[in-house]
Protein backbone atom coordinates (compact mmCIF):
# COMPACT_ATOMS: atom_id res chain seq x y z
CA UNK A 1 0.00 0.00 0.00
CA UNK A 2 0.94 3.39 -0.52
CA UNK A 3 2.44 5.41 2.04
CA UNK A 4 1.18 9.56 2.11
CA UNK A 5 3.18 11.99 2.59
CA UNK A 6 3.45 15.37 2.29
CA UNK A 7 7.08 15.71 2.80
CA UNK A 8 7.36 13.79 -0.84
CA UNK A 9 5.55 17.33 -2.63
CA UNK A 10 7.97 19.50 -4.03
CA UNK A 11 5.04 22.45 -4.05
CA UNK A 12 3.12 21.96 -0.57
CA UNK A 13 0.09 24.11 -2.89
CA UNK A 14 0.03 21.74 -5.49
CA UNK A 15 -0.52 18.96 -3.20
CA UNK A 16 -3.77 16.99 -3.84
CA UNK A 17 -6.01 17.77 -1.18
CA UNK A 18 -6.79 14.07 -0.49
CA UNK A 19 -3.18 14.11 0.65
CA UNK A 20 -3.26 16.39 3.17
CA UNK A 21 -6.22 14.69 4.55
CA UNK A 22 -5.11 10.83 4.51
CA UNK A 23 -1.15 12.42 5.86
CA UNK A 24 -3.22 13.80 8.72
CA UNK A 25 -4.67 10.09 9.80
CA UNK A 26 -1.13 8.23 9.99
CA UNK A 27 -1.76 7.46 13.55
CA UNK A 28 -4.08 4.92 16.03
CA UNK A 29 -5.35 6.91 18.81
CA UNK A 30 -5.52 5.73 22.42
CA UNK A 31 -8.53 4.14 24.01
CA UNK A 32 -9.19 7.28 25.87
CA UNK A 33 -9.30 9.72 23.25
CA UNK A 34 -11.60 7.26 21.35
CA UNK A 35 -14.28 7.55 23.87
CA UNK A 36 -13.63 11.19 24.56
CA UNK A 37 -14.81 11.37 20.63
CA UNK A 38 -17.69 9.32 21.38
CA UNK A 39 -18.88 11.04 24.03
CA UNK A 40 -18.21 14.50 21.57
CA UNK A 41 -20.16 13.07 19.17
CA UNK A 42 -23.44 11.72 21.39
CA UNK A 43 -23.36 15.23 22.79
CA UNK A 44 -22.91 16.91 19.35
CA UNK A 45 -26.30 14.46 17.76
CA UNK A 46 -28.48 15.87 20.80
CA UNK A 47 -27.36 19.70 20.20
CA UNK A 48 -28.04 18.70 16.25
CA UNK A 49 -31.44 17.33 17.02
CA UNK A 50 -32.04 20.13 19.90
CA UNK A 51 -31.58 22.85 17.27
CA UNK A 52 -33.69 21.28 14.49
CA UNK A 53 -36.43 21.27 17.04
CA UNK A 54 -36.56 24.82 17.95
CA UNK A 55 -36.10 25.43 14.44
CA UNK A 56 -39.85 23.72 13.40
CA UNK A 57 -41.74 25.14 16.83
CA UNK A 58 -40.25 28.92 15.92
CA UNK A 59 -41.52 30.35 13.24
CA UNK A 60 -39.34 32.94 12.74
CA UNK A 61 -37.93 32.65 8.90
CA UNK A 62 -40.03 32.07 5.71
CA UNK A 63 -40.28 28.16 4.77
CA UNK A 64 -37.11 28.10 1.96
CA UNK A 65 -34.95 30.11 4.22
CA UNK A 66 -35.84 27.48 7.20
CA UNK A 67 -35.56 24.25 5.09
CA UNK A 68 -31.81 24.85 4.03
CA UNK A 69 -31.05 26.22 7.63
CA UNK A 70 -32.08 22.76 8.54
CA UNK A 71 -29.80 21.27 5.66
CA UNK A 72 -27.04 23.33 6.87
CA UNK A 73 -27.47 21.48 10.14
CA UNK A 74 -28.32 17.89 9.21
CA UNK A 75 -25.01 18.37 6.99
CA UNK A 76 -23.10 17.77 10.25
CA UNK A 77 -24.12 13.71 9.92
CA UNK A 78 -21.83 13.63 7.58
CA UNK A 79 -18.38 14.91 8.94
CA UNK A 80 -19.30 12.49 12.40
CA UNK A 81 -19.78 9.72 10.63
CA UNK A 82 -16.66 10.51 8.16
CA UNK A 83 -14.76 10.42 11.88
CA UNK A 84 -16.57 7.56 13.09
CA UNK A 85 -15.23 6.01 10.05
CA UNK A 86 -11.67 7.32 10.46
CA UNK A 87 -11.61 5.87 13.77
CA UNK A 88 -12.16 2.50 13.32
CA UNK A 89 -9.87 2.44 10.32
CA UNK A 90 -6.42 3.46 12.10
CA UNK A 91 -7.61 0.89 15.36
CA UNK A 92 -8.34 -2.39 12.80
CA UNK A 93 -6.89 -1.30 9.64
CA UNK A 94 -4.17 0.40 9.99
CA UNK A 95 0.11 -0.73 10.23
CA UNK A 96 1.32 1.51 13.41
CA UNK A 97 5.02 0.15 12.10
CA UNK A 98 4.96 0.69 8.55
CA UNK A 99 2.31 3.93 9.01
CA UNK A 100 -0.07 2.53 6.16
CA UNK A 101 -3.53 1.24 5.79
CA UNK A 102 -4.11 -1.85 4.50
CA UNK A 103 -6.52 -2.73 1.43
CA UNK A 104 -9.63 -2.73 3.42
CA UNK A 105 -8.76 0.65 5.43
CA UNK A 106 -7.45 2.29 2.43
CA UNK A 107 -11.43 2.03 1.10
CA UNK A 108 -12.82 3.48 4.59
CA UNK A 109 -10.69 6.38 4.24
CA UNK A 110 -11.78 6.84 1.08
CA UNK A 111 -14.78 7.02 1.75
CA UNK A 112 -14.76 9.28 4.76
CA UNK A 113 -12.77 11.51 2.42
CA UNK A 114 -15.49 11.45 0.45
CA UNK A 115 -18.08 12.28 3.40
CA UNK A 116 -15.79 14.69 5.01
CA UNK A 117 -15.88 17.19 1.68
CA UNK A 118 -18.92 16.67 1.31
CA UNK A 119 -19.80 18.49 4.34
CA UNK A 120 -16.82 20.93 3.76
CA UNK A 121 -18.33 22.00 0.05
CA UNK A 122 -22.38 21.74 0.98
CA UNK A 123 -22.00 23.73 4.10
CA UNK A 124 -20.36 26.28 2.10
CA UNK A 125 -22.11 26.69 -0.72
CA UNK A 126 -25.57 26.64 1.50
CA UNK A 127 -24.40 29.86 3.29
CA UNK A 128 -24.20 31.08 -0.52
CA UNK A 129 -27.69 29.70 -1.54
CA UNK A 130 -29.09 31.97 1.65
CA UNK A 131 -28.07 34.67 -0.46
CA UNK A 132 -29.79 33.95 -3.43
CA UNK A 133 -32.90 32.71 -1.50
CA UNK A 134 -32.62 36.17 0.38
CA UNK A 135 -32.15 38.03 -3.25
CA UNK A 136 -35.57 35.99 -4.43
CA UNK A 137 -37.36 37.60 -0.86
CA UNK A 138 -36.12 41.10 -2.39
CA UNK A 139 -37.27 40.43 -6.08
CA UNK A 140 -40.67 39.41 -4.86
CA UNK A 141 -40.92 41.75 -2.34
CA UNK A 142 -44.63 42.55 -2.55
CA UNK A 143 -46.00 38.66 -1.49
CA UNK A 144 -42.74 36.52 -1.04
CA UNK A 145 -44.10 35.75 3.04
CA UNK A 146 -46.93 34.67 1.72
CA UNK A 147 -46.76 31.74 -0.81
CA UNK A 148 -44.12 29.24 0.18
CA UNK A 149 -42.71 29.18 -3.33
CA UNK A 150 -41.46 25.60 -2.77
CA UNK A 151 -39.60 25.13 -6.57
CA UNK A 152 -36.61 28.04 -5.11
CA UNK A 153 -35.90 25.60 -2.32
CA UNK A 154 -35.64 22.64 -4.14
CA UNK A 155 -33.89 24.94 -7.33
CA UNK A 156 -30.84 26.07 -4.23
CA UNK A 157 -31.00 22.37 -2.71
CA UNK A 158 -30.01 20.61 -5.96
CA UNK A 159 -27.49 22.75 -6.89
CA UNK A 160 -25.81 22.71 -3.89
CA UNK A 161 -25.88 19.03 -3.07
CA UNK A 162 -25.44 18.41 -7.23
CA UNK A 163 -21.83 20.85 -6.52
CA UNK A 164 -20.50 19.56 -3.49
CA UNK A 165 -21.25 16.12 -4.76
CA UNK A 166 -18.85 16.38 -7.68
CA UNK A 167 -16.19 18.56 -6.29
CA UNK A 168 -15.90 15.69 -3.54
CA UNK A 169 -15.25 13.08 -6.06
CA UNK A 170 -13.06 15.29 -7.80
CA UNK A 171 -11.01 15.68 -4.24
CA UNK A 172 -10.98 11.99 -4.01
CA UNK A 173 -9.27 11.30 -7.42
CA UNK A 174 -6.93 13.92 -6.47
CA UNK A 175 -7.83 16.64 -9.04
CA UNK A 176 -8.30 19.03 -6.37
CA UNK A 177 -5.24 20.51 -5.17
CA UNK A 178 -4.84 22.19 -2.22
CA UNK A 179 -4.54 25.56 -3.41
CA UNK A 180 -7.84 25.36 -5.58
CA UNK A 181 -9.37 24.05 -2.39
CA UNK A 182 -7.97 27.30 -0.80
CA UNK A 183 -9.59 29.62 -3.41
CA UNK A 184 -13.01 27.92 -3.32
CA UNK A 185 -13.37 28.13 0.27
CA UNK A 186 -12.41 32.19 -0.12
CA UNK A 187 -14.06 32.69 -2.88
CA UNK A 188 -17.17 31.73 -1.60
CA UNK A 189 -16.84 32.89 1.75
CA UNK A 190 -16.24 36.88 0.97
CA UNK A 191 -18.87 36.01 -2.18
CA UNK A 192 -21.08 35.36 0.70
CA UNK A 193 -20.23 38.18 3.04
CA UNK A 194 -20.74 40.58 0.10
CA UNK A 195 -23.70 39.55 -0.94
CA UNK A 196 -25.15 39.98 2.88
CA UNK A 197 -24.29 43.11 3.01
CA UNK A 198 -25.55 44.51 -0.59
CA UNK A 199 -28.40 42.87 0.37
CA UNK A 200 -29.25 44.73 4.00
CA UNK A 201 -28.19 47.61 1.90
CA UNK A 202 -30.36 47.65 -0.61
CA UNK A 203 -33.30 46.69 1.65
CA UNK A 204 -32.29 49.32 4.10
CA UNK A 205 -32.41 52.14 1.57
CA UNK A 206 -35.74 50.95 -0.04
CA UNK A 207 -37.03 51.14 3.62
CA UNK A 208 -35.72 54.68 4.20
CA UNK A 209 -37.26 55.69 0.75
CA UNK A 210 -40.82 53.87 1.54
CA UNK A 211 -40.68 55.58 5.00
CA UNK A 212 -39.77 59.43 3.82
CA UNK A 213 -41.85 58.59 0.54
CA UNK A 214 -44.93 56.31 1.93
CA UNK A 215 -47.55 58.23 0.05
CA UNK A 216 -46.04 58.09 -3.28
CA UNK A 217 -46.05 54.22 -3.25
CA UNK A 218 -48.89 51.52 -3.55
CA UNK A 219 -49.33 48.81 -1.00
CA UNK A 220 -46.48 50.57 1.47
CA UNK A 221 -47.57 48.57 4.59
CA UNK A 222 -47.04 45.14 3.40
CA UNK A 223 -43.93 46.20 1.13
CA UNK A 224 -42.11 47.97 4.25
CA UNK A 225 -43.13 44.54 6.53
CA UNK A 226 -41.44 42.52 3.97
CA UNK A 227 -38.39 45.00 3.73
CA UNK A 228 -37.89 45.04 7.61
CA UNK A 229 -38.32 41.20 7.57
CA UNK A 230 -35.27 41.19 5.17
CA UNK A 231 -32.81 43.09 7.54
CA UNK A 232 -33.21 41.39 10.08
CA UNK A 233 -32.91 38.08 8.96
CA UNK A 234 -29.90 38.60 7.17
CA UNK A 235 -28.71 40.42 10.09
CA UNK A 236 -29.16 37.50 11.36
CA UNK A 237 -27.79 35.31 9.38
CA UNK A 238 -24.96 37.35 8.61
CA UNK A 239 -23.78 36.97 12.14
CA UNK A 240 -24.08 33.52 11.95
CA UNK A 241 -22.42 33.30 8.69
CA UNK A 242 -19.21 35.12 9.94
CA UNK A 243 -18.75 32.80 12.71
CA UNK A 244 -18.96 30.09 10.45
CA UNK A 245 -16.78 31.38 7.99
CA UNK A 246 -14.47 32.60 10.96
CA UNK A 247 -14.13 28.44 11.88
CA UNK A 248 -13.10 27.55 8.59
CA UNK A 249 -10.82 29.60 8.19
CA UNK A 250 -9.13 28.76 11.62
CA UNK A 251 -9.32 25.01 11.15
CA UNK A 252 -7.72 25.53 7.60
CA UNK A 253 -5.13 27.50 9.02
CA UNK A 254 -4.28 25.49 12.01
CA UNK A 255 -3.62 22.66 9.44
CA UNK A 256 -1.47 24.36 6.65
CA UNK A 257 0.62 26.41 8.90
CA UNK A 258 2.05 23.84 11.31
CA UNK A 259 3.11 21.84 7.90
CA UNK A 260 4.64 25.65 6.69
CA UNK A 261 6.56 25.77 9.33
CA UNK A 262 8.05 22.39 9.62
CA UNK A 263 6.69 21.51 13.33
CA UNK A 264 7.67 17.91 14.47
CA UNK A 265 5.11 15.32 13.62
CA UNK A 266 4.46 14.65 17.01
CA UNK A 267 3.89 18.08 17.72
CA UNK A 268 1.53 18.08 14.94
CA UNK A 269 -0.37 15.38 16.20
CA UNK A 270 -1.43 17.02 19.31
CA UNK A 271 -2.41 20.36 17.52
CA UNK A 272 -4.29 18.07 14.79
CA UNK A 273 -6.09 16.92 17.17
CA UNK A 274 -7.75 19.29 19.03
CA UNK A 275 -8.06 20.89 15.55
CA UNK A 276 -10.08 17.93 14.81
CA UNK A 277 -12.47 18.20 17.45
CA UNK A 278 -12.95 21.84 16.46
CA UNK A 279 -13.96 20.73 13.46
CA UNK A 280 -15.62 17.53 13.21
CA UNK A 281 -17.75 18.47 16.58
CA UNK A 282 -18.51 22.19 15.26
CA UNK A 283 -21.86 22.02 16.60
CA UNK A 284 -20.42 21.68 20.32
CA UNK A 285 -20.22 25.88 19.37
CA UNK A 286 -22.10 26.16 16.07
CA UNK A 287 -25.55 25.04 17.09
CA UNK A 288 -25.67 28.07 20.01
CA UNK A 289 -24.03 30.38 18.10
CA UNK A 290 -27.71 29.44 15.84
CA UNK A 291 -29.68 29.47 18.76
CA UNK A 292 -27.87 32.82 19.78
CA UNK A 293 -27.60 34.99 16.69
CA UNK A 294 -31.42 34.53 15.89
CA UNK A 295 -33.69 36.81 18.38
CA UNK A 296 -36.75 34.44 18.08
CA UNK A 297 -35.04 31.20 18.57
CA UNK A 298 -33.02 33.60 22.06
CA UNK A 299 -36.58 34.61 23.04
CA UNK A 300 -38.05 31.32 23.17
CA UNK A 301 -35.18 29.63 24.84
CA UNK A 302 -35.31 32.61 27.73
CA UNK A 303 -39.29 31.39 27.68
CA UNK A 304 -38.62 27.65 27.77
CA UNK A 305 -36.02 28.18 30.52
CA UNK A 306 -38.16 30.74 32.49
CA UNK A 307 -41.26 28.10 32.40
CA UNK A 308 -39.39 25.51 33.67
CA UNK A 309 -37.94 27.57 36.36
CA UNK A 310 -41.31 28.70 37.81
CA UNK A 311 -42.77 25.01 37.85
CA UNK A 312 -39.76 24.50 39.57
CA UNK A 313 -40.37 26.86 41.98
CA UNK A 314 -44.12 26.03 42.23
CA UNK A 315 -43.54 22.88 43.42
CA UNK A 316 -40.76 23.97 46.10
CA UNK A 317 -43.79 26.29 47.35
CA UNK A 318 -46.28 23.47 47.30
CA UNK A 319 -43.61 20.78 49.61
CA UNK A 320 -42.94 23.93 52.01
CA UNK A 321 -46.83 24.90 52.55
CA UNK A 322 -47.95 21.19 53.06
CA UNK A 323 -45.72 20.67 55.90
CA UNK A 324 -47.68 23.78 57.30
CA UNK A 325 -51.67 23.32 56.64
CA UNK A 326 -52.66 21.37 59.75
CA UNK A 327 -50.78 24.39 61.48
CA UNK A 328 -52.17 26.74 59.45
CA UNK A 329 -56.10 25.52 60.33
CA UNK A 330 -54.93 25.02 64.25
CA UNK A 331 -53.80 28.65 64.15
CA UNK A 332 -57.37 29.53 62.58
CA UNK A 333 -59.37 27.75 65.09
CA UNK A 334 -57.41 29.35 67.74
CA UNK A 335 -57.97 33.30 66.19
CA UNK A 336 -61.77 32.42 65.80
CA UNK A 337 -62.39 30.83 69.27
CA UNK A 338 -61.14 34.01 70.38
CA UNK A 339 -63.18 36.47 68.96
CA UNK A 340 -66.45 34.14 69.64
CA UNK A 341 -67.85 32.95 72.58
CA UNK A 342 -68.40 28.64 72.11
CA UNK A 343 -71.75 28.45 71.61
CA UNK A 344 -74.56 26.85 74.23
CA UNK A 345 -74.84 22.85 73.22
CA UNK A 346 -78.55 22.14 72.01
CA UNK A 347 -80.41 18.85 72.36
CA UNK A 348 -83.21 18.73 70.37
CA UNK A 349 -86.22 15.93 71.44
CA UNK A 350 -87.17 14.73 67.55
CA UNK A 351 -90.00 12.80 69.35
CA UNK A 352 -91.41 14.87 72.03
CA UNK A 353 -90.64 18.10 70.23
CA UNK A 354 -89.22 19.66 73.33
CA UNK A 355 -86.14 21.50 73.58
CA UNK A 356 -83.66 21.02 76.38
CA UNK A 357 -81.02 24.17 76.06
CA UNK A 358 -77.86 24.66 78.28
CA UNK A 359 -75.98 27.81 79.32
CA UNK A 360 -72.62 28.58 77.45
CA UNK A 361 -69.43 27.92 79.85
CA UNK A 362 -68.10 30.54 81.94
Known amino acids: MEEYSIAKNKSFLMTPALVLFIDGQTSIPSFSLSIVYLIFYFISTILVIFALRVSFIVGSYHWNLKRLYCCSILSWFSIGTSKLLVIYAQLYHFDNKNKIFDETGDII ?3 SALLRYEFCYFFIVNLFSVILER ?4 FFIRDYEKKKRTWIFYILFIFGFTFSTVFSFLTVMRIITIYMLVIYVLSFAFSTLIGFSYL ?3 N ?4 KYLTNY ?3 TVYTLSIKYQLRENINTLKSMKQLTMVAVGAIFCVATAYILP ?3 NIPSKQ ?3 FHTFIDIFYHFNPLYMIPACL ?9 LKKLFASKNASKQNETKKFANEGDVYFNMFQKSMTTSKSKPLPAIIQVRQNSGTKISCAPFR
Open 292 to 300: LSIPQNLLY
Open 214 to 216: HRN
Open 200 to 202: VFR
Open 204 to 207: SRRL
Open 135 to 138: SFAT
Open 109 to 111: LHI
Open 268 to 270: IWI
Open 259 to 261: LLL
